[in-house]
């Protein structure tokens, strides 16, 4: 289906769409709710709502940015693309709902280190057990940047957000660990990017 231009637009979630597509259809066969943490414009579940005329996806962002991701979602008016929710990871009460996947991408390097742990510290509120957790975007390893380019991407963070950066995998491992969860895949992505896939023991 093809919406007005004037709706919000990720070039970013443009270009990732079809490679995370690619990892993430043999686990999606079995999942039937997926909750998006950070949907900024929709894109992601609007095109795998397509792919998966079964899967429930449902958004989540900031409250500030609600209004935005809610554009794409209405002019769509799907039953199984319902009307996204606010959700802060630094909030101690989500009220998500339970769902056997969830997704984020391109969020982690974003918040801050404090928002990071809370992040995972949230994620006992809308896993379910044996649920997954994917997560893409760019990450460090061993205290280093894989590419040049992700150290620039970097310094670009930080200079409009101190705050921000990209996180170092192995500190996402010990959080992901505390939370309860297992590491199962490290995907290498296009643009520098990683996907990672835990499951909730």
């Known amino acids: 289906m093809q919406l007005s231009s004037t709706l919000p637009f990720s070039q970013a979630s443009e270009n990732n769409k079809l490679p995370i597509l690619e990892i993430l259809r043999p686990h999606l066969t079995e999942v039937h709710s997926v909750l998006e943490?950070?949907?900024g414009?929709?894109?992601?579940?609007?095109f795998f709502v397509d792919q998966f005329p079964a899967l429930n996806w449902n958004c989540s962002d900031i409250?500030?940015?609600i209004s935005l991701t809610n554009q794409r979602i209405t002019a769509r008016g799907l039953a199984n693309f319902p009307e996204a929710i606010a959700l802060d990871v630094n909030e101690p009460i989500w009220n998500?709902?339970?769902h056997d996947c969830v997704f984020s991408a391109n969020s982690l390097h974003i918040m801050s280190e404090i928002?990071?742990?809370s992040f995972f510290r949230g994620l006992y509120q809308c896993l379910t057990k044996n649920g997954l957790l994917f997560l893409y975007g760019p990450f460090k390893y061993g205290g280093e940047f894989t590419t040049e380019s992700n150290a620039h991407f970097d310094d670009w963070l930080k200079q409009k957000d101190p705050l921000s950066g990209i996180?170092?995998?192995?500190?996402i491992m010990k959080l992901a660990t505390d939370a309860g969860l297992m590491f199962l895949e490290d995907n290498p992505m296009p643009a520098n990017n990683q996907l990672l896939l835990f499951k909730l023991l």
């Open 115 to 117: 928002s990071v742990t």
């Open 96 to 98: 998500c709902g339970f």
């Open 167 to 171: 996180r170092d995998f192995e500190t």
């Open 41 to 46: 414009t929709g894109q992601h579940g609007e």
């Open 37 to 39: 943490i950070g949907s």
């Open 63 to 65: 409250p500030s940015n």
